[in-house]
């Protein structure tokens, strides 16, 4: 018996040194040995993949943005397509797992030969499938904004970054004599980057932070955090909660007697969407940091807004992650018409200085960061549920994701 | 485990109680080496309770010592090691293992780890000689599970013997037997007596009249009375509280 | 002072919602021993029911205070549903009813999903329960809170009295004693469960009310909650109410203190930790029935 | 399927065939070995060959669950004890091995780029330094997990939580240790984890061809797992766990310390699972809280349920299943995959609790355990007249009958 299955055990060895050996492959040490897939586009069609959760935590959020970029398709699709191909939209879902997202994005590029992706929503998800875009050398539109600290050359970012969402939404405080903030966020890595940058700022402006907290991200239980920021005396709170959170944190808010006049909340977490989710007799007042809301002016925005509203119901609202991803794939065919060319190179290289007029305004493609410049915009939420601009940075911004072009952020990156 | 030294059960004072419920109330009991003692009483006498305490299931007052080892305040484990095991009411047999399994488990309580973690090579000569004690030898393959009722009370007791315990104390071992079954059993007894103490519960009377040494009568956590059947049977307090009104309906 | 009584009065408050969301399993996994997973579910299904009253009764406070019955009677008649159609089949497996109700929750989730859709919904609390009392001294306390307590405390009143004085109440403690006694005395064994779990669904309904004062109300609010409430009942001990209200309290302060000298975070692994150690203390929770019958 | 429990080398017994434990007819080690290799044929030429790089990964992923999954069969099938907390100790492995890859990528006294990015630390960490040995991290990630299961182990198992209680633990045990990896996003990457692993001891894993060497160790090691698990379940500790599993108070009356039977099936299982999360890093090149909290803990069991908790090779083959399953539903009907998961945890368990093992055997066992056939129409109270279902214990109110869902599930899954 022993001698048995001392074959079998040497017989497994054997095979796994044998299958190791002739599988060695390059060194780390080598040149970068990616590959790269390229896109099929034989046919009349060109496939794009769309990478969303549809399922799990985050497809609350997700599925608005899928979407939107299938109104998009739709859109440049009943235009006659991207130089005259159809574009055949593959959906994917993330499930709100980060390796399922590294899974899906593998198949969509290796499996589908898509030309381009557009989606993931959280940063994890971005940090899992970056690696597999960049192995690829295949493309990502990222439509959410984030908190920066980051420039791959696969991946094209249509959200804010920090300088154009944060900053300005300090910007606003400081012009309202607003002297002091407590900070108030989800444990995870966009708060903790946005509110490093919030205390930077706070002591190059004189302004004081007088308490920062962390709920668990899903965290519904606000008693004590609401207990501190009410004995803090704050002039403002800065809100980078995600999700549920909110909703537990402006019940407690309002109970706590405070309110909008008192003591104002900026979030920057909350769209139109999750207005709805809260209940605005608890929002009403409170002040949001985006680039775009529904009540944008402008006839890109009403075209929109009419658009999605006729394709999926008119009690759902339009939000500034839905836009990003309408305009990145918008961007998507101006590149790719530029460039003349599905190549991603040829489209990275085309991308710089492409501009659309997007329902937020003009936006303009950043060559180097790959990034787009964007106006911020500060807006106060009303008892309709609607965010209406209560103040704009006046021109679009240009992006800056690791904020070198600030002195007071030299210690963060 | 012939050879061993046969030791004696004493027990002083003992109590146990149950969120107020006094249980077993200050009982005093010797049993002597070799002896096949019998506790009898009504039920809610206190006799299983008494078995628990001895093998260290329920907490106790008082003092057990087996031999020179005070019992109480160990372990239920330590306890067994030290000789002491017992069966329960419905057969305690682990019915996804066979027979030979079974008894593998029961003797080697001892056994090293490393010993545990290799595959049995052969049947261990107790295993074996045990299997031939309980009826089982031409079956030692067969699921416990499937196993009659009496053929999984002496699997029990096969048990306790590769388990080399030196004190058995039996909960109900001829529950459910057949007239024949019981006569299998009590000559079991008397067998395994020959170098161990034994202690058995029992209700059915005309196998006390046949088998028990010595009898004990446990009335409401108490000792009613003590001695040989006839003793017993004698005394009038228990006529009283257990014979006279019981012995038709128990026996 | 102020801050020293806005925790005290936080832990308690965390302590009631706590309490709201185990007591309906401090009787379906404290009296009958199943663990239904899908507890949550049905809390969630009591917010819904909230959300789905307010689309035709506009008064908030009115629609809070039917919602109150009706949630109730909605979350109770799943769990009947429930029992019948699974956890009969499994009380002599209870590990495998902690599974097969994950897998109930998991499909009554995505049901909510399809149904509402998968953002949160909102309900309009009453006017009454958004504000807080001030109470001389700087201090105040939330409405809404003080409505969970109270409504945690009339639960618990109801339930000890409806356990001791009901016939009802006699047969559900006979049945958890003594199971075969009691049939043998002529209990319909059978329909005593399907009524404990009524019972113990409905207040999940209840909780689910509650809650919609206080937190989100979608499709995945359940399963935050699930775990913190068997928490409870384990330390509380099975068999009795009285552990799962000490213990959701005590739980409640312990929580409110780590977070504050502390950080949330960190407040919950403490709590975690409190509780592995308190089970070494007493494995079977704060206070069990000791009786050699349940054994 | 090969023999799970059949102890081999004792007396012959062709009387009882019927009622043997023996699970295949002449399931000897011929038989056993004949499926070895079959099985090592399969992984290590056949699917290579047939799949493509993509589909290849994917199984390497689904291999690493299966890890876990062995682990989880011997804990809970044999051992009785649910464990829904593996993700824990599949997440020590892996981030053990993830931060020794993390500081092999960065460069001797070089900082992981995450970091620099979200820490602003100026030096490592102290705890991180040890890793960057591969002589401290590799072993770390199969020891540190078995040391956490020890330590967790022998406070529970000594104080006879079990059952629900423990199951509820080790949830909660889950729910800690994602809520204490997120809240140091600068020594553990927070949410993100840890990502962009981009070499494996030198090896560069944007290479297709290092992909399958990564796929070749992971298939061996499943493989080297498997032998070791039937050796432990075939050896005289494999039947005394079943015998805890089905009667812990009687198996103390015998003098043994269940604690410790437990205790070692479940540092065994969380040793596995920390394996299956070290190489699990260099598959997929991530390692996050995500893959360790309540619901890939719960979802690592549902494999176990369907494949058979109860045997050996049950458990593998569901994992691999059901992750297939995931893989290939949720991209045509994404929504539909939450329910198709809720269903299996109520069909499988509720109804056919020796999973789909059972079923393979059910043709060839019918007519043999009247018990058996009729377990679906056993009501409430009717547990097999076993052994803990009628032993008090200190302290009533244990949760004495999950000795019977040991026993329940193990009646229709030992014999397949």
């Avoid at chain 2, 080496?33 to 628990?52: E, Q, Y």
């Avoid at chain 3, 897998?103 to 859709?117: K, M, N, P, Y």
């Avoid at chain 4, 012959?12 to 009622?19: K, S, T, V």
């Avoid at chain 4, 991180?128 to 299961?149: G, Q």
Wanted: net charge neutral; hydrophobic share 45%.
């Amino acid at each position: 018996m022993t001698s048995f299955r001392g074959r079998i055990l040497a017989g497994a060895l054997t095979l796994v040194a044998t299958a190791a050996l002739a599988a060695c492959g390059s060194k780390t040490t080598d040149a970068a040995s990616g590959t790269g897939v390229s896109a099929d586009v034989s046919g009349d069609t060109v496939k794009v993949g769309l990478l969303n959760s549809l399922s799990g935590t985050m497809a609350i959020s997700e599925v608005t943005v899928r979407d939107s970029i299938m109104l998009a398709v739709e859109e440049i699709n009943a235009a006659g397509g991207v130089l005259g191909k159809k574009i055949q939209p593959v959906s994917e879902d993330g499930a709100s797992d980060w390796p399922t997202f590294a899974e899906k994005a593998e198949k969509l590029i290796s499996q589908d030969r898509v030309a381009a992706v557009f989606g993931c929503w959280t940063s994890a998800s971005r940090k899992a499938v970056k690696p597999v875009f960049e192995r690829n050398k295949a493309l990502l539109f990222y439509p959410v904004q984030y908190e920066g600290l980051e420039q791959s050359p696969y991946i094209f970012y249509t959200g804010a970054t920090t300088n154009q969402q944060i900053v300005p939404g300090l910007d606003y405080l400081k012009a309202q004599g607003k002297k002091s903030v407590y900070l108030v966020g989800s444990d995870y890595v966009f708060p903790r980057t946005a509110n490093k940058i919030i205390k930077a700022y706070a002591e190059a402006n004189g302004m004081t932070v007088l308490g920062e907290d962390y709920a668990p991200l899903g965290s519904t239980e606000f008693g004590t955090i609401v207990n501190k920021v009410r004995s803090s005396k704050a002039d403002a709170v800065f809100n980078t909660l995600n999700g549920d959170s909110n909703v537990a944190f402006f019940k407690e808010y309002t109970s706590a007697g405070l309110t909008a006049e008192s003591m104002p909340v900026v979030s920057v977490s909350i769209a139109e969407e999750e207005v709805k989710g809260i209940g605005t007799q608890y929002l009403t007042g409170q002040l949001t940091a985006w680039n775009y809301y529904q009540t944008t002016p402008g006839a890109a925005n009403e075209k929109f807004v009419a658009a999605y509203k006729a394709k999926y119901g008119a009690e759902k609202p339009t939000s500034d992650p839905m836009e990003a991803a309408y305009v990145a794939v918008h961007l998507w065919k101006a590149m790719v018409e530029k460039a003349g060319s599905f190549d991603v190179e040829q489209v990275r290289a085309a991308a710089g200085g492409i501009t659309f007029e997007a329902p937020e305004g003009t936006v303009t493609v950043d060559g180097p960061t790959q990034h787009i410049a964007k106006t911020a915009r500060i807006g106060r939420i009303g008892a309709d549920g609607l965010i209406t601009e209560v103040w704009n940075s006046g021109q679009p911004i240009t992006p800056d994701p690791y904020l070198k072009s600030y002195p007071w952020a030299s210690g963060l990156s | 485990m012939t050879g061993e030294r046969l030791d004696g059960l004493r027990i002083r004072d003992l109590r146990v109680t149950f969120d107020g419920f006094t249980a077993v109330d200050g009982v005093d009991l010797d049993v002597a080496p070799g002896d096949i003692r019998f506790l009898i009483g009504p039920n809610g006498a206190g006799k299983t309770t008494l078995v628990d305490a001895v093998t260290g299931l329920v907490r106790a007052t008082g003092s057990v010592r087996f031999g020179d080892t005070e019992l109480l305040g160990r372990d239920v484990h330590r306890i067994a090691r030290l000789g002491v095991g017992r069966t329960f009411q419905t057969a305690a047999v682990f019915e996804e293992l066979s027979v030979l399994q079974n008894l593998d488990i029961a003797a080697g309580a001892g056994r090293s780890w490393w010993s545990l973690a290799r595959r049995r090579r052969r049947i261990p000569d107790e295993v074996a000689e045990a299997l031939t004690t309980i009826g089982l030898a031409d079956r030692p393959d067969q699921l416990a599970g499937t196993l009659a009722h009496g053929q999984k009370q002496w699997l029990e007791i096969g048990m306790l013997l590769v388990q080399n315990a030196r004190l058995l104390l039996l909960d109900e071992p001829v529950a459910g037997m057949s007239h024949d079954e019981r006569d299998a059993t009590g000559a079991l007894l008397e067998t395994v007596s020959r170098d161990r103490t034994v202690v058995v519960i029992e209700h059915d009377m005309d196998f006390l009249r046949r088998f028990a040494r010595t009898v004990t009568v446990l009335h409401a956590g108490r000792v009613l009375s003590e001695g040989s059947v006839a003793q017993v049977q004698a005394d009038p307090r228990v006529q009283e509280v257990y014979l006279g009104v019981d012995s038709g309906t128990e026996a | 002072m102020t801050v020293l009584f806005g925790q005290l009065f936080t832990g308690v408050s965390i302590g009631a919602v706590l309490l709201l969301i185990a007591l309906g399993l401090a009787l379906t996994f404290g009296q009958m021993n199943v663990i239904n997973m899908a507890h949550g579910e049905f809390i969630m299904a009591g917010a819904y029911t909230t959300y789905v009253l307010q689309q035709t009764i506009t008064g908030a406070g009115w629609s809070l205070l039917v919602a109150l019955p009706v949630a109730f009677v909605v979350a109770g008649t799943m769990g009947v549903l429930l029992e019948v159609l699974l956890i009969r089949r499994l009380y002599a497996r209870p590990l495998d009813t902690l599974l097969v109700t994950w897998g109930v929750s998991l499909i009554l989730q995505q049901l909510a999903r399809d149904v509402f859709g998968s953002p949160n919904v909102q309900t309009r609390a009453p006017d009454l329960l958004t504000g807080n009392i001030a109470l001389p001294g700087g201090l105040t306390v939330a409405t809404n809170r003080l409505f969970i307590l109270t409504l945690a405390v009339a639960a618990v009143v109801a339930l000890t009295l409806a356990l001791r004085l009901t016939p009802l109440g006699r047969r559900i403690r006979a049945v958890v004693q003594n199971r075969d006694l009691a049939a043998v005395s002529g209990i319909a064994t059978a329909r005593v469960d399907r009524t404990t779990f009524f019972i113990g669904s409905g207040l999940a309904g209840l909780a689910g009310v509650a809650l919609t004062l206080l937190g989100p109300i979608g499709p995945t609010m359940g399963t935050n909650l699930i775990i913190d409430a068997f928490l409870v009942v384990v330390v509380g001990g099975i068999g009795q109410l009285k552990g799962s209200v000490i213990v959701a309290f005590a739980l409640g302060v312990l929580q409110a203190t780590g977070e504050y000298l502390t950080t949330l975070s960190v407040a919950k692994v403490l709590v975690f930790v409190a509780i592995v150690a308190f089970l070494q203390w007493r494995p079977q929770g704060l206070f069990t029935l000791r009786t050699r019958s349940l054994a | 399927m090969s023999t799970v429990t059949a102890p081999t080398g004792r007396t012959p017994d062709p009387a009882a065939g019927g009622r043997r434990r023996n699970l295949l007819p002449g399931a000897g080690p011929a038989r056993a070995a004949a499926g070895f290799a079959l099985g090592a044929a399969l992984l290590f030429a056949v699917a290579p060959l047939a799949l493509s790089d993509f589909r290849l990964s994917l199984l390497a992923k689904y291999l690493c669950l299966a890890m876990v999954a062995i682990g989880i069969g011997i804990a809970w099938g044999r051992g009785g004890m649910l464990t829904l907390g593996q993700g824990v100790f599949f997440g020590l492995g892996g981030y053990a091995m993830a931060m020794h890859l993390k500081l092999a990528d960065a460069g001797p006294g070089e900082l992981p780029d995450f970091m620099q990015l979200y820490g602003q630390l100026d030096e490592l960490p102290w705890w991180w330094r040890p890793f960057a040995s591969p002589w401290f991290a590799l072993p770390a990630t199969v020891l540190l997990p078995m040391a956490v299961a020890f330590g967790l182990g022998s406070l529970v198992f000594r104080r006879k939580v079990r059952g629900a209680y423990f199951a509820i633990l080790s949830q909660a045990l889950a729910m800690a240790m994602v809520i204490l990896l997120v809240g140091q996003q600068g020594t553990t990457g927070g949410t993100n984890g840890l990502t962009d692993i981009q070499g494996f001891f030198g090896y560069a894993l944007t290479d297709p061809v290092n992909q399958r060497m990564v796929y070749f160790v992971i298939a061996g090691t499943l493989l080297a797992l498997l032998l070791l698990a039937r050796q432990l379940i075939q050896s005289r500790y494999g039947e005394l766990l079943v015998a805890v599993r089905d009667g812990e108070e009687r198996v103390r009356f015998l003098g043994y310390d269940p604690a410790s039977v437990k205790l070692v099936a479940y540092v065994v299982a969380a040793g596995m699972a920390g394996l299956a999360g070290a190489l699990f890093v260099p598959a997929v090149g991530i390692i996050s809280p995500a893959m360790i909290g309540i619901v890939p803990s719960i979802e690592f069991v549902i494999g176990v349920a369907v494949g058979g908790r109860a045997t050996l090779l049950g458990p593998v083959l569901g994992a691999v299943a059901v992750a297939w399953a995931k893989t290939a539903l949720s991209e045509r009907f994404p929504g539909g995959w939450t329910y198709l998961q809720g269903l299996m945890f109520v069909l499988v368990v509720a109804f056919l609790p020796g999973g789909l093992a059972a079923l393979v055997g059910l043709g060839r066992q019918r007519g043999d355990d009247p018990d058996r056939r009729r377990w679906w129409r056993r009501r409430r109270r009717q547990v097999p007249a076993g052994v803990g279902t009628t032993v008090p214990v200190e302290g009533a109110g244990t949760p004495e009958a999950t000795d019977g869902a040991g026993l329940a599930g193990a009646r229709t899954g030992v014999t397949a």
